[in-house]
C-alpha cells in the first residue's frame, strides 16, 4: 500500500475555486481501481492550507492514476490557481494490523 501526502497553500479567496477544481477529481480518482481512499481538505486552523490523502494499492495502480485524463484536467486547473508552495510526498505501508482499545 502506498499513502501520498500533499500539502498546498493557496490564498484563502480562491478556496471556492479550488473545491470546484477538486470535486471531479476526488470523484474520478475514487472510481479508480487500485484507489482505495483519496480525499482533500482544508486545515482548520490555517485557512490557506489544503492537505490531501491518498490511500494506492501498489506502484502500478499510482502511475496509472497519474496517467488519466482527470490528473491532466486538474493538473492544468491548479497550475491556473498558482498556488503558494505544493509539497507531496509518498510513503509505503507494512501490513495492516487492529489497533488495541485505547479504553
Not at 501520498?4 to 475555486?17: S, T, Y
Not at 475514487?30 to 481512499?37: D, L, M, N, Q
Request: net charge neutral.
Amino acid at each position: 500500500m502506498l499513502i501520498v501526502l500533499a500539502d498546498a497553500r493557496f490564498d484563502p479567496a480562491q478556496a471556492d475555486q479550488v473545491r470546484a477544481l477538486a470535486r471531479p477529481m476526488i470523484e474520478a480518482s475514487r472510481a479508480e481501481p487500485g484507489c482505495a481512499g483519496y480525499d482533500y481538505a482544508f486545515d482548520l486552523l490555517e485557512p490557506d492550507l489544503m492537505r490531501v490523502r491518498e490511500w494506492w494499492k501498489d506502484e502500478q495502480a499510482l502511475k496509472d492514476h497519474f496517467a488519466t485524463p482527470h490528473m491532466t484536467a486538474f493538473l492544468k486547473g491548479l497550475h491556473a490557481l498558482r498556488p503558494k508552495s505544493v509539497s507531496i510526498k509518498c510513503y509505503e505501508l507494512g501490513p495492516e494490523r487492529k489497533m488495541p482499545n485505547a479504553a
